[in-house]
């Protein structure tokens, strides 16, 4: 199976596997339904499987959230996606010019932008959001005709902290080659 980039993860941060769980108020994670990795009879995971409602409420959230986000950061949204890539760079550089001290978490923040990632990148080729097991737990990722798959969530979690510029467009230019055939 083909798999989405992996980017240099030379950080002493462990990286977020991909979980698009908003986190609760009280600093846990909010219960949005999430099941265990589902497993066949003779132990081995499952196929992708279709998101269900909580799954599919979460990634909204996250995307309702990355909409404020750029309102926060004053970039602009007219409701067009095209440039969806550009508004996330912008609010990643909004969070790293804040002083550290006043900056949201950072997992806060690329959640949404890697909601909004992958919501272009399944608007701009045939992609689809599906529940897979990455490294023994079941997260969301994008997948696509011919075994791709992308793991957008840990993908950009990966390079977030370090990426003061954004990381948005330059991902998009790293996986495109590998999706523009199924370019819709």
């Given at each position: 199976m083909q798999q989405g980039p992996r980017p240099?993860?030379?950080?002493?941060?462990?990286?977020?596997?991909?979980n698009?769980?908003?986190?609760?108020?009280d600093g846990g994670r909010k219960d949005t339904g999430w099941k265990p990795v589902p497993?066949?009879?003779d132990g081995k995971p499952m196929p992708p499987r279709q998101l269900s409602r909580d799954e599919e409420g979460a990634i909204n959230e996250l995307l309702a959230r990355f909409v404020e986000l750029c309102s926060q950061a004053g970039?602009?949204?007219?409701?067009?996606?095209?440039?969806?890539?550009?508004l996330a760079d912008a609010v990643a550089r909004w969070w790293h010019a804040l002083p550290p001290r006043?900056?949201?978490?950072?997992?806060?923040?690329?959640?949404?932008?890697?909601?909004?990632?992958?919501?272009?990148?399944?608007d701009a080729a045939r992609l689809e959001w599906r529940m897979v097991e990455i490294d023994g737990a079941t997260a969301a990722c994008l997948t696509g005709a011919?075994?791709?798959?992308?793991?957008?969530f840990d993908d950009i979690s990966a390079t977030f902290?370090?990426?003061p510029d954004g990381c948005a467009e330059e991902y998009i230019q790293?996986?495109?080659?590998?999706?523009?055939?199924?370019?819709?």
């Open positions: 240099n993860r030379e950080s002493n941060r462990e990286p977020n596997r991909g698009p769980r908003p986190p609760s108020r497993r066949s009879k970039a602009a949204t007219d409701g067009e996606t095209e440039d969806t890539p550009q006043k900056r949201p978490a950072a997992y806060d923040i690329l959640m949404p932008i890697a909601a909004a990632i992958g919501d272009w990148l399944q011919g075994g791709i798959r992308l793991d957008v902290e370090d990426s790293l996986v495109w080659p590998k999706v523009e055939h199924l370019k819709r």
